[in-house]
T-cell receptor, first 112, second 114 residues
Framework: DQQVKQNSPSLSVQEGRISILNCDYT??????FLWYKKYPAEGPTFLIS?????DKNEDGRFTVFLNKSAKHLSLHIVPSQPGDSAVYFC???????????FGKGTKLTVNP | SAVISQKPSRDICQRGTSLTIQCQVD?????MFWYRQQPGQSLTLIAT?????????ESGFVIDKFPISRPNLTFSTLTVSNMSPEDSSIYLC???????????FGEGSRLTVL
């Protein structure tokens, strides 16, 4: 049973527009959520995180929104740039554990 | 942050053989993690490697198949034993560092088992 789900395997947007990547989770014990970005032939790199006590966290062009009642989070990238083209993984952890549960990832393509 | 180096970056292996992946971190860390990413799948935690004690394996992973060493606070190895094509994956070493607890990953080791 997949506890973290990214239902869109891919997303394509135009440069300058908004990219919205979605993530759903099933485990109500998760209280910390992260987004990682992965380029081909590289390991994932941390992008942004959010604690369950917040519903929004912003860092430059990247904003993560958390809807606890819906067990849903999303990553917004505005404006999208071609260099943002990568696979984005949603991850979650809970109860003070450092173990992360990952989604399958969404491949974002930003077209010039 | 942490700089993590993995070797080999990729390899093609024959069925039934074993391969050891090395992970070197540029700072001392308490916990190191080994993940696997099979084609089209999410990153899945194999085990947690703590220095000075046995690795802790997640459900579905066993020490005989994935023996791990952790001789010091900057180094770990993961061996994929008696490989089959189903073991073809990217294997990633990772560490937690910093006050916010983000994971830092190595570049990954892409194994193809024929």
């Amino acid at each position: 049973d997949q506890q973290v789900k990214q239902n869109s395997p891919s997303l394509s947007v135009q440069e300058g527009r908004i990219s919205i990547l979605n993530c759903d989770y099933t485990n109500s014990m998760f209280d910390y959520f992260l987004w990682y970005k992965k380029y081909p032939a590289e390991g994932p790199t941390f992008l942004i995180s959010i604690s369950s006590i917040k519903d929004k966290n912003e860092d430059g062009r990247f904003t993560v929104f958390l809807n606890k009642s819906a067990k849903h989070l999303s990553l917004h990238i505005v404006p999208s740039q071609p260099g943002d083209s990568a696979v984005y993984f949603c991850a979650a952890s809970g109860q003070g554990s450092e173990k992360l549960v990952f989604g399958k990832g969404t491949k974002l393509t930003v077209n010039p | 942050s942490a700089v993590i180096s993995q070797k080999p970056s990729r390899d093609i292996c024959q069925r039934g053989t074993s391969l050891t992946i090395q992970c070197q971190v540029d700072s001392q860390v308490t916990m190191m993690f080994w993940y696997r990413q099979q084609p089209g799948q999410s990153l899945t935690l194999i085990a947690t490697a703590n220095q000075g004690s046995e690795a802790t394996y997640e459900s579905g992973f066993v020490i005989d198949k994935f023996p791990i060493s952790r001789p010091n606070l900057t180094f770990s190895t993961l061996t994929v034993s008696n490989m089959s094509p189903e073991d073809s994956s990217i294997y990633l070493c990772s560490v937690v560092t910093g006050i916010t607890g983000e994971l830092f990953f190595g570049e990954g080791s892409r194994l193809t088992v024929l």
